[in-house]
């Protein structure tokens, strides 16, 4: 009852709040952050000895940074100043937070908050029963900790989950209200929600049987679980607008993509901001944060990318990503319309390191010099791409688009689709009613569909969901398959059959459908009783019944998954085909640029402003060992940049440098050459 009673106080309150300061606006959210971990455990001794308040002032203004996260609660379930709730360092002697709050805020730093909720070394030892549980009683450590012996190496990022629920819940609030009465807050950063950890401990058990839940009924049991999850969030979120309406609050883990349950779900509502994060030298890579950017840009609230001044991962002492990687990262989340924040791990001693400082710091006057370009900008462009919610997939079909300098917005969840000439459907079938509904408007609105594979099918991929001209006939024939296309598609495309490594789903067109290119099956796939040379079977020289490409009325069917296909090979064949398909659609791109494949560009509009901003970048990421690296950043000569957009541009500039570029105009197309740039420029058309 006293939960039921905080839940719908929670409501009652952000909805109040809410209606009163919807939301933090762009320009009252830092540009320049870091986040500082600070995961120390009992064995470490004199916590925050060596703090010094003027070379942490010095060291922080020096590297141009506006706001920091720093630790209320770490991961060893400690707390970093005198509390009555939770428990304080057993090493630490004075208010390190409190020092850390007040020397920030003398020169003008936000300090949002760090507390931990999943990982809590302390609550778990402390409290076993609030430790999450699979169906067979196991958890997530469990079993892989008890083989070890004491002088076992210990595995990196080896936590027990904790669900933030009953019991620990109610420490978890009320030590979030101590926070609020005591201290100055800025804002609250809660790590390691278990947004899709479903826990069935004795607890949750006995909850499920309250409410009726069948433990067997999986998809119940899940819904339960999201309701225990925003319950959290929710409260917290009342807790800290009673205080501070205008803090900045958000939940980690909340915005991953890798999660199917972020996007079913809203898991981000309860947000302020989101925070994108990403740290690309060994977890997705350079080319995911583009697309999540973009995916959450169009919810309305700033977006902050996230990334690292490690080497490889989050708590790396003595990890150090070089400077070009740093400028190229933050410079990328400025392209595409975030914040910046840059992650760092305190010494214990609570010693400020200067070497890491004077990295950021070359990264964040860079930024300081564009950050009026690129956070708050509104994504826009003629393409868009279709989520599936797969994360692989739409990756795949994201990283042709990056390829190939096609500009794009993600459209799902965008409101405004009058700007849209093309949308590029995934490989995988995942269209619902409403989607399908969604989309046929657009078709009948005059607008095109490029479809990869499976995309258009039904889920039960029994048939189409989509008009698209044609039959589907059933799965290939074979383990792979050839492509042969006509004139029509064939720029910087071979004309002789070229191999599929994955083969197209078989499709009948319509007798009004334009064949564009053909499939050769091989005489049979490659199997121990029937094989020849040492990879795949070669082609036959007559064309199968089903192509590999064709037209109807304004889509596109593309029979293969080319987006898993050059995601998993990388043959720039499959890229330039790709390509060549999408310029059959998109007849007016509103921006073309000349870029080398590993180019990006992304062009928002700041109408307040009354101009648009082009954004090129350019490195080579290179896998070496475990981490992608950036070593060199290589000057980019003569960049052409064609814009079609329907204003009456009259000024062209390049920034940081404010260097005016002449303007060639034809009709509602402008043309301007970049000379040269490294890294970064951004192109600033005043109209």
């Not at 409260?235 to 999660?259: D, E, L, R, V």
């Not at 956070?375 to 990756?395: C, I, R, S, Y």
């Not at 590029?424 to 607008?447: D, T």
């Amino acid at each position: 009852m006293k939960s039921l009673k905080l839940f719908i106080s929670s409501i009652f309150v952000i909805g109040i709040l809410n209606a009163q300061n919807p939301k933090i606006s762009i320009e009252d959210f830092s540009t320049r952050q870091v986040h500082l971990d600070f995961h120390t455990s009992e064995h470490l001794e004199n916590i925050g000895a060596k703090f010094n308040k003027e070379i942490w002032q010095k060291t922080l203004k020096d590297a141009n940074v506006n706001s920091i996260n720093i630790f209320a609660k770490g991961h060893h379930g400690f707390s970093y100043y005198p509390t009555k709730v939770g428990t304080q360092h057993p090493n630490l002697n004075f208010d390190l937070l409190k020092a850390q709050i007040d020397a920030s805020h003398e020169i003008g730093i936000k300090t949002p908050f760090y507390f931990a909720i999943g990982w809590s070394v302390l609550d778990a030892e402390m409290h076993p029963e609030w430790i999450i549980k699979n169906k067979n009683g196991k958890s997530k450590k469990g079993d892989l900790i008890k083989k070890l012996k004491d002088d076992d190496p210990y595995p990196n990022f080896t936590w027990e989950l904790l669900m933030p629920e009953g019991s620990y819940l109610d420490m978890i609030l009320k030590q979030t209200e101590e926070l609020c009465k005591n201290y100055k807050v800025d804002g609250f950063w809660y790590d390691i929600i278990p947004n899709n950890a479903i826990n069935y401990n004795e607890y949750s058990r006995k909850g499920l049987k309250k409410n009726g839940i069948d433990i067997d009924n999986d998809l119940e049991v899940e819904k339960h679980h999201v309701a225990k999850i925003k319950f959290f969030m929710a409260s917290c979120n009342a807790i800290i607008k009673k205080y501070y309406p205008g803090a900045s609050i958000f939940y980690n883990w909340s915005t991953h993509m890798n999660n199917s349950n972020t996007f079913k779900y809203n898991l981000y509502e309860y947000n302020t901001a989101h925070d994108l994060e990403d740290l690309p030298t060994t977890w997705e890579g350079y080319n995911e944060f583009p697309l999540r950017a973009k995916y959450f840009s169009n919810i309305g609230k700033p977006i902050t990318g996230m990334s690292g001044k490690f080497h490889t991962a989050w708590g790396e002492f003595g990890g150090f990503k070089y400077p070009n990687a740093l400028k190229y990262e933050a410079a990328s989340m400025i392209a595409f319309g975030a914040n910046v924040n840059l992650g760092d791990q305190l010494h214990p001693s609570g010693a400020i390191d200067l070497e890491t400082y004077k990295n950021i710091g070359r990264a964040f006057a860079y930024i300081k010099s564009i950050e009026d370009y690129g956070p708050g900008g509104k994504q826009v462009a003629k393409t868009g791409l279709w989520m599936t919610f797969d994360n692989h997939t739409e990756q795949a079909a994201s990283l042709l688009l990056l390829d190939t300098q096609t500009n794009y917005v993600v459209v799902n969840n965008l409101e405004d689709w009058t700007n849209l000439e093309v949308i590029v459907i995934p490989s995988k079938p995942n269209l619902n009613e409403e989607n399908i509904k969604l989309l046929n408007q657009f078709i009948a609105n005059g607008g095109k569909l490029l479809v990869l594979g499976e995309g258009a099918l039904k889920r039960n991929r029994s048939g189409f969901a989509l008009d698209v001209g044609g039959t589907y006939l059933g799965n290939a024939n074979y383990d792979v398959d050839y492509t042969l296309v006509t004139e029509t598609l064939s720029k910087n495309v071979v004309r002789s059959p070229f191999l599929n490594y994955q083969p197209a789903i078989k499709i009948k067109p319509d007798a009004d459908a334009t064949v564009l290119a053909s499939i050769r099956e091989p005489y049979f796939s490659r199997t121990k009783a029937h094989y020849t040379s040492h990879q795949n079977t070669p082609y036959r020289l007559e064309n199968a019944n089903h192509p590999a490409i064709y037209k109807h009325n304004n889509n596109m069917i593309v029979a293969h998954p080319l987006d898993k296909m050059y995601q998993k090979y990388g043959a720039q064949i499959h890229r330039e085909l790709f390509k060549n398909v999408l310029d059959q659609l998109l007849e007016d791109p509103m921006i073309h640029v000349s870029l080398p494949s590993s180019g990006r560009v992304n062009l928002l509009h700041f109408p307040e402003k009354n101009r648009y901003v082009v954004h090129l970048l350019y490195a080579t990421p290179v896998q070496r060992g475990v981490a992608q690296v950036i070593d060199d950043l290589i000057t980019i000569y003569n960049t052409e940049v064609e814009v079609n957009i329907d204003k009456n541009i009259k000024k062209a500039y390049l920034m940081p440098d404010y260097k005016e570029l002449k303007l060639i105009k034809s009709g509602n197309k402008v043309k301007i050459i970049v000379p040269k740039f490294e890294c970064h420029t951004a192109l600033v058309l005043e109209y």
